[in-house]
Antibody, heavy 113, light 112 residues
Framework: QVQLHESGPGLVKPSGTLSLTCIVSGDSIDNGAWWNWVRQSPGKGLEWIGEIYHSGTSHYNPSFKSRVTVSVDKSKNQFSLKLNSVTAADTAVYFC??????WGQGALVTVSS | DVVMTQSPLSLPVTLGQPASISCRSS???????????LSWFHQRPGQSPRRLIYKVSKRDSGVPDRISGSGSGTDFTLRFSRVEADDVGIYYCMQGTSWPYTFGQGTRLEIK
């Protein structure tokens, strides 16, 4: 059974960098799937952030401009999200997912000083 | 970006009755490979989304056959032949045909 688990700081200062890691178990990250990040602001809907393939090929939502980077670490079977220059608007629950099935439980990240 | 528009946004339903949610896209979701990458998700409060349907009408494992997806091009529907208590929550459609992937606003299903 595939499981994904997000980990990282729950509090980030404004203008800082949000960093999250998604640890994958029950599947190999180089199995041919696209690995995605999605976020959900408090009380709001879902917003796609970006995706990565095990080769390192990635696609991002232009709404994040050049602030976002998704990377993969095959040796640790995990992939990561970095979002730079964060503001309060980046406060959200961040989900990782394997091709949108299944999803991790989500990690709440609050941007505040 | 492809805009996904769901209706209704709130869906009160009596237990055992049928229900449906509409999802319309601002452009065709048919990909160059001939597939249509339209998915449906269910999210309960405090939980992560769970995919129910992919490629318009294919059910994910464990999804009961009283829940079905249909549609083509820009017009899609999620149907419940009869609503059960376990169905409460928010339903989202999502297009995975063109970047950036986009979600509908969500439809809240509640029991009357």
């Amino acid at each position: 059974q595939v499981q994904l688990h997000e980990s990282g700081p729950g509090l980030v200062k404004p203008s800082g960098t949000l960093s999250l890691t998604c640890i994958v178990s029950g599947d190999s990250i180089d199995n041919g799937a696209w690995w995605n990040w999605v976020r959900q602001s408090p009380g709001k809907g879902l917003e796609w952030i970006g995706e990565i393939y095990h080769s390192g090929t990635s696609h991002y939502n232009p709404s994040f401009k050049s602030r976002v980077t998704v990377s993969v670490d095959k040796s640790k079977n995990q992939f990561s999200l970095k979002l730079n220059s964060v503001t309060a608007a980046d406060t959200a629950v961040y989900f990782c997912t394997r091709a949108f099935d299944p999803w991790g439980q989500g990690a709440l990240v609050t941007v505040s000083s | 970006d492809v805009v996904m528009t769901q209706s209704p946004l709130s869906l009160p339903v009596t237990l055992g009755q049928p229900a449906s949610i509409s999802c319309r896209s601002s452009q065709s979701l048919v990909y160059r490979d001939g597939n249509t990458y339209l998915s449906w998700f269910h999210q309960r409060p405090g939980q992560s989304p769970r995919r129910l349907i992919y490629k318009v009408s294919k059910r994910d494992s464990g999804v009961p056959d009283r829940i079905s997806g249909s549609g083509s091009g820009t017009d899609f529907t999620l149907r419940f032949s009869r609503v059960e208590a376990d169905d409460v929550g928010i339903y989202y459609c999502m297009q995975g045909t063109s970047w950036p992937y986009t979600f509908g606003q969500g439809t809240r299903l509640e029991i009357k």
